[in-house]
């Protein structure tokens, strides 16, 4: 069993940066793989970016690759996601998830997630 909490989120405005963190319960943290989603009003769920459980693997969505940056310190149980140059389509709840296995980009392949935290970037 994992438990997420995601922190971070805010208000920012166009070309501005956030740092999102999730932090995880349980000793296995360092096992998982771990993926960041998003969800905007109206919208489904979409993958952001994932990492390999030994950040052998990193994967972005085309929409934030070259902006956005994924990282894990499993010596903290911490996931990063580093946003810069943020747009106001970057407006959504993002959320932390994490498994043992299965595609990164997939949210159906995720069983653990957080609450989420709430990103808006101002025009």
């Known amino acids: 069993q994992v438990q997420l909490v995601e922190s971070g989120g805010g208000l920012v405005q166009a070309g501005g940066s956030l740092r999102l963190s999730c932090a995880a319960s349980?000793?296995?943290?360092?096992?998982?793989?771990m993926g960041w989603f998003r969800q905007a009003p109206g919208k489904e769920r979409e993958f952001v970016s994932a990492?390999?459980?030994?950040?052998?693997?990193?994967r972005y969505a085309d929409s934030v690759k070259g902006r956005f940056t994924i990282s894990r310190d499993n010596a903290k149980n911490t996931v990063y996601l580093q946003m810069n140059s943020l747009k106001p389509e970057d407006t959504a709840l993002y959320y932390c998830a994490a498994d043992l296995s299965g595609l990164p980009y997939r949210k159906e392949e995720y069983n653990y997630w957080g609450q989420g935290t709430q990103v808006t970037v101002s025009s």
């Open positions: 990492i390999s459980w030994n950040e052998g693997m990193t």
């Open positions: 349980g000793r296995t943290f360092s096992l998982y793989k």
